[in-house]
């Protein structure tokens, strides 16, 4: 046994089934368990675990036997990430019990990459200046595979401007940036449409500028001013209101 502090290290363990989304649990069974095998589960019922031993021997076994335990992540090094690692049947895990007592940590042994489906992960900064305040003084990111989408997020609780959020839906192909000012931009990929609401003014500085599209449209509530040193006008119809 290897020991830090009251943290025994309990073994290498098969995950028996895939981590539920947004839970810290998972359901292990220790390596040393099953005897003379590759390392290798295969199978997708909930119920077994298929093993292959150094014969290429196929053993079916019982998933929820007694010698499963469920363990809790444990971010170890990993303090700002405060999402499991979505771990799937078959990957192995470090399990380490707290000495005198019947609870179970785990975290990653090795990154299978061929076993890992999709993920949800969740990093946190904390902006607060001292203790209290609220979980959502803070920035974060969130990369979610199993929802699809991106967010990036920073707070305004310690002297910021305003908050920013910063979020990419790819099952819906929409990309939005927003502040908490309602400053925004969406880009629709699908609809092929760019939205932009600024609260006082857009200013754009070029040497030139080109605009193509079919109809354009110009609504000015007050005036609508041009300043040039001449102007040309090309037009096959004119019409003035």
């Given amino acids: 046994m290897k020991t830090n502090d009251n943290k025994v290290f309990y073994g290498l363990c098969y995950v028996v089934a895939d981590k539920p989304e947004d839970s810290y649990d998972i359901d292990v ?3 040393s368990l099953i005897p003379d095998t ?4 295969t199978g997708n019922t909930s119920s077994n675990l298929n093993m292959v031993d150094s014969k290429g021997q196929h053993t079916a076994i019982a998933a929820n036997s007694s010698n499963n335990i469920t363990a809790t992540w444990l971010p170890d090094g990993e ?12 990957d192995i895990v470090e399990v380490y019990s707290i000495n005198g007592t019947d609870e179970y940590y ?17 990093y946190w900064f904390s902006n607060k200046a001292g203790t209290g305040g609220s979980e959502t003084d803070a920035y974060f990111l969130l990369v979610d595979t199993r929802n699809k989408n991106i967010h990036l997020h920073t707070a305004n609780n310690d002297g910021e401007a305003c908050s920013y959020d910063v ?3 790819t099952r819906a192909g929409v990309l939005m940036i927003k502040d908490s000012l309602n ?6 990929s699908v609809g092929g449409v ?3 609401k600024i609260n006082n003014k857009i200013v754009s500085t070029t040497k030139e500028h080109e605009i193509n599209c079919k109809t354009m449209v ?8 041009l300043n040039t040193k001449k102007h040309t006008i090309n037009s096959s119809v004119s019409k003035t209101n």
């Fill in 29 to 31: 069974m220790l390596v």
């Fill in 38 to 41: 590759k390392g290798a589960l």
């Fill in 79 to 90: 303090q700002n990430r405060i999402s499991a690692p979505d771990v799937c049947k078959g």
């Fill in 106 to 122: 785990w975290k990653v042994y090795a990154h299978n990459v061929a076993l890992r489906k999709r993920e949800k992960v969740l």
């Fill in 167 to 169: 979020m990419l839906d």
């Fill in 183 to 188: 400053n925004s931009l969406e880009l629709d």
């Fill in 194 to 196: 760019l939205d932009t």
């Fill in 218 to 225: 110009i609504n000015a509530s007050e005036s609508f001013t």
